[in-house]
């Protein structure tokens, strides 16, 4: 079997293993510690047909977990609960993510990972260095740790997208470009992903918080409000960040439109200097016979300095009115 690992572990005791047969994981003794069941990749489907026999896992279970596109949800089969959602791992171009899914027991936890993830280890470090508390409670206290873990990585990619926010608000303010209004296209899309998978996350939590069952000890449910507090917490900052990138889409179009508006008072304004100029040069472009300035000695050179004075007066005219 590969990328598969057992850690167990109490107070005083912490072994990791890993598990090469099915017959490592059946004979788990769920008495005296907390077991913690790491599966990493969901094409093993003889393995979770073994994990189904052994822990009467529903078969509806291990579909959920063969298909990776499911809807953050909590589902409760009497003698487990069964969760899955899904976990961030940053932003290049666009969300990288991939699900996640624990099946809660009496003394186990199965966690399952379509790949090998950093918020495991973390946790799996606490645990091993005896930082926080884990190693004093039960397997519901790891389920909260892991979760905590998977939250804060929507925090995390919260952050990347808010500086490609900013950073794309400064080149709109100094200069518009049409590539701007695909990366804010872009950016929306990723939001409006983001969205689709925590915004089911809160409902989650809160379906745990009511839960009456002895799945979380009394004592336990005060860092489950936590959690559901950071869930909303996601989704106020997701909602802030896709109406910043309206208020964005907003500003780029006025700036394109300032941006036209700037090039057509640049243009009316030459044409507002050539129009009378090129009445005086069409009038004397004539071709009539009798045309008296035309046979004059000076008559060039006064259509020059008339012309002149006529672009001085325009000039002096708009900069008073401060058309520019």
């Given at each position: 079997?590969?990328?598969?690992?057992?850690?167990?572990?109490?107070?005083?005791?912490?072994?990791?293993?890993?598990?090469?047969?099915?017959?490592?994981?059946?004979?788990?003794?769920?008495?005296?510690?907390?077991?913690?069941?790491?599966?990493?990749?969901?094409?093993?489907?003889?393995?979770?047909?073994?994990?189904?026999?052994?822990?009467?896992?529903?078969?509806?279970?291990?579909?959920?977990?063969?298909?990776?596109?499911?809807?953050?949800?909590?589902?409760?089969?009497?003698?487990?609960?069964?969760?899955?959602?899904?976990?961030?791992?940053?932003?290049?171009?666009?969300?990288?993510?991939?699900?996640?899914?624990?099946?809660?027991?009496?003394?186990?936890?199965?966690?399952?990972?379509?790949?090998?993830s950093s918020f495991i280890d973390d946790v799996k470090a606490r645990i091993e260095k005896q930082q926080g508390v884990i190693r004093q409670k039960g397997e519901d206290f790891l389920l909260y740790s892991l979760l905590?873990?998977?939250?804060?990585?929507?925090?995390?990619?919260?952050?990347?997208?808010?500086?490609?926010?900013?950073?794309?608000?400064?080149?709109?303010?100094?200069?518009?470009?049409?590539?701007?209004?695909?990366?804010?296209?872009?950016?929306?899309?990723?939001?409006?992903?983001?969205?689709?998978?925590?915004?089911?996350?809160?409902?989650?939590?809160?379906?745990?918080?009511?839960?009456?069952?002895?799945?979380?000890?009394?004592?336990?449910?005060?860092?489950?409000?936590?959690?559901?507090?950071?869930?909303?917490?996601?989704?106020?900052?997701?909602?802030?960040?896709?109406?910043?990138?309206?208020?964005?889409?907003?500003?780029?179009?006025?700036?394109?439109?300032?941006?036209?508006?700037?090039?057509?008072?640049?243009?009316?304004?030459?044409?507002?200097?050539?129009?009378?100029?090129?009445?005086?040069?069409?009038?004397?472009?004539?071709?009539?016979?009798?045309?008296?300035?035309?046979?004059?000695?000076?008559?060039?050179?006064?259509?020059?300095?008339?012309?002149?004075?006529?672009?001085?007066?325009?000039?002096?005219?708009?900069?008073?009115?401060?058309?520019?």
């Amino acid at each position: 079997m590969e990328n598969v690992s057992l850690i167990t572990f109490s107070t005083n005791s912490f072994v990791e293993r890993k598990i090469l047969n099915a017959s490592d994981f059946i004979n788990i003794n769920l008495e005296l510690h907390v077991n913690w069941l790491q599966i990493v990749g969901v094409g093993q489907k003889d393995l979770f047909a073994q994990i189904a026999k052994a822990y009467q896992i529903h078969p509806l279970v291990i579909e959920d977990l063969l298909h990776t596109r499911q809807r953050p949800k909590v589902e409760s089969y009497g003698e487990y609960l069964f969760i899955t959602l899904r976990l961030f791992k940053g932003f290049k171009e666009k969300l990288i993510s991939q699900q996640v899914s624990f099946i809660l027991k009496n003394n186990l936890l199965i966690s399952v990972t379509e790949t090998k993830s950093s918020f495991i280890d973390d946790v799996k470090a606490r645990i091993e260095k005896q930082q926080g508390v884990i190693r004093q409670k039960g397997e519901d206290f790891l389920l909260y740790s892991l979760l905590d873990a998977v939250i804060d990585s929507y925090f995390e990619t919260l952050e990347i997208l808010s500086k490609e926010i900013e950073g794309l608000e400064e080149k709109i303010i100094l200069h518009p470009v049409k590539a701007h209004l695909i990366q804010l296209q872009s950016l929306k899309r990723q939001l409006i992903q983001l969205k689709k998978y925590t915004t089911p996350v809160r409902e989650l939590l809160s379906n745990l918080d009511r839960n009456t069952t002895a799945f979380f000890e009394e004592e336990n449910r005060l860092y489950l409000r936590d959690l559901l507090d950071h869930s909303f917490r996601v989704n106020d900052s997701v909602e802030s960040y896709r109406d910043i990138l309206t208020s964005l889409m907003d500003l780029y179009h006025s700036m394109m439109s300032n941006k036209m508006n700037e090039v057509m008072k640049t243009l009316t304004l030459l044409s507002s200097f050539f129009i009378p100029l090129t009445f005086i040069v069409g009038v004397y472009g004539m071709n009539f016979d009798i045309m008296p300035e035309l046979r004059w000695k000076y008559g060039y050179y006064t259509v020059w300095i008339v012309m002149l004075v006529l672009c001085i007066g325009l000039y002096i005219f708009f900069k008073k009115r401060k058309w520019f």
